[in-house]
């Protein structure tokens, strides 16, 4: 029997081209441990995980005269050492040349003919740190039952308990013949639903709690998001920058205005958005605004996996951020009234919820946020502005081969038409903004950083 791929794995394989690659991408900075973490030590490490996440070692085959979804099968020649892979930058390496490296490679395409995932240990960087660069497409990653290679490779502990022994065998690989028979076979068994999976071409990534809030969020989809400068034609080159503010700060802002922790990110983001289109002498009215569709991070009541443990899904939430507002307390107030009202707000995620979660969620969240997006960026017209991805961590120390875990950010990639994507990773005290943008319509990227710590600043001011 064949594995084929659902409608919206194989929507994220067939969408994807050279401006807008779908993968899942995750920058982790590490203390460089006592010894060094070498490069044979992380394959081992990862090859002990692939048995957590099995389509890591499988291949995509399509069917002839595309008959049928494409298939998953395992790859009788998968070699680990073509998937991670060594590189460097020149010692004692900056963070903007280890960002330059990050914004080219996330720019390469994967093989088509292997499992569609790479790894990259880099090593040069200055204060004693290393970095890996994790990238997966998104049709390998399907939520927690299927979750991405950061998630799992990411221990609570500096020495994890022994993995058992992986003895793995791949499954023959069906020929042809059998791939077109099997898709005759489900062409006589169902063809109404043949007819749709080939003829669309955008599946529907939509969780439950997504299909709850899809209907309320469509109809203020209807309308057309303004005009903005972050919505052009995107190039094949990339420009990626991070930032970070201290949690601590942000939930002071949230104490002070009993507000969300979502609604203070959202409002920094808010007021660096203000700024940059200020700096660029485009005309900020008092009624202009920017819509970002943010996804929100939940746990539905009636959802649990086969442990007993909550199931996370991700809802769509598009705002309209008032940039045009020129009081930060005002612009909070407004987004905090927007998160309110939507429908799933009772089923955030919380910092308490995260903890039941195995492994490092926020790799897997953040590429289930991308999937919803990409459903809402199939509308014809101007729907959103932005994608803003929101993922909570778990606010304690963890390691990777033993090396401590300091910094940890997204790198979202960019939608059709969208210039620029921000994924915001909560870990360990600290927020971690990863900024990905095309090098063309935003080579002037690299002030966002500063202008967050002016939003976040100018909002702490207020709430003294």
């Excluded at 499992?115 to 090593?123: F, G, H, Q, S, V």
């Excluded at 009081?327 to 089923?347: C, D, F, K, M, W």
């Amino acid at each position: 029997m064949v594995n084929r791929l659902s409608a919206s794995e194989a929507s994220f394989y067939r969408l994807e081209n050279t401006t807008t690659p779908m993968y899942v991408q995750s920058l982790f900075i590490l203390r460089n441990p006592r010894g060094g973490l070498g490069y044979d030590k992380l394959m081992e490490t990862i090859e002990q995980r692939l048995p957590q996440i099995p389509r890591y070692r499988q291949k995509i085959r399509e069917v002839s005269m595309s008959l049928a979804r494409p298939v998953w099968v395992d790859d009788h020649e998968f070699d680990i050492t073509y998937h991670v892979r060594h590189l460097a930058v020149p010692s004692p390496g900056s963070d903007r040349q280890l960002h330059e490296l990050v914004a080219r490679l996330s720019q390469q395409p994967l093989d088509r003919s292997r499992p569609l995932w790479a790894t990259y240990l880099i090593e040069g960087l200055a204060d004693n740190r290393i970095a890996i660069y994790i990238k997966s497409h998104q049709a390998l990653v399907h939520g927690m039952a299927a979750p991405a290679l950061g998630h799992v490779l990411v221990d609570r502990t500096q020495r994890p308990p022994p993995f058992d022994e992986d003895i793995w065998v791949p499954r023959d690989e069906p020929g042809a013949v059998e791939l077109v028979l099997g898709a005759v076979g489900d062409w006589v068994a169902a063809p109404r639903t043949q007819l749709q999976a080939v003829g669309s071409t955008v599946g529907s990534p939509l969780t439950w709690a997504g299909r709850k809030a899809f209907d309320a969020v469509r109809a203020i989809a209807r309308g057309a998001a303004p005009r903005s400068p972050l919505n052009t034609q995107v190039s094949q080159n990339r420009l990626f920058t991070v930032a970070s503010g201290s949690l601590e700060d942000y939930r002071t802002v949230r104490a002070r205005y009993d507000c969300a922790i979502n609604d203070v990110v959202l409002a920094v983001i808010t007021g660096a958005l203000r700024n940059w289109l200020l700096a660029r002498g485009e005309p900020v009215g008092s009624t202009r605004t920017v819509r970002a569709l943010a996804p929100l991070s939940v746990y539905p009541d009636h959802e649990f996996d086969s442990a007993g443990q909550p199931i996370g899904a991700v809802t769509p939430f598009l705002v309209d951020l008032p940039v045009g507002e020129p009081n930060p307390v005002v612009r909070l107030s407004q987004i905090a009234y927007a998160t309110e009202s939507h429908p799933t707000s009772t089923g955030l995620v919380d910092a308490r919820t995260i903890l039941t979660v195995a492994g490092f969620a926020p790799p897997t969240l953040h590429a289930m946020g991308v999937r919803v997006a990409t459903a809402f960026a199939g509308f014809s017209g101007r729907v959103f502005n932005l994608l803003i991805t929101n993922a909570p961590g778990t606010q304690r120390q963890l390691y990777i081969c033993g090396a401590k875990l300091l910094e940890t950010y997204s790198v979202p990639p960019l939608l059709p038409n969208k210039a620029l994507t921000i994924g915001v990773t909560s870990y360990n005290g600290t927020l971690y903004f990863g900024v990905n943008a095309d090098r063309k319509a935003m080579s002037d990227v690299g002030m966002v950083s500063a202008l967050l710590d002016e939003a976040l600043a100018e909002l702490l001011e207020a709430a003294q």
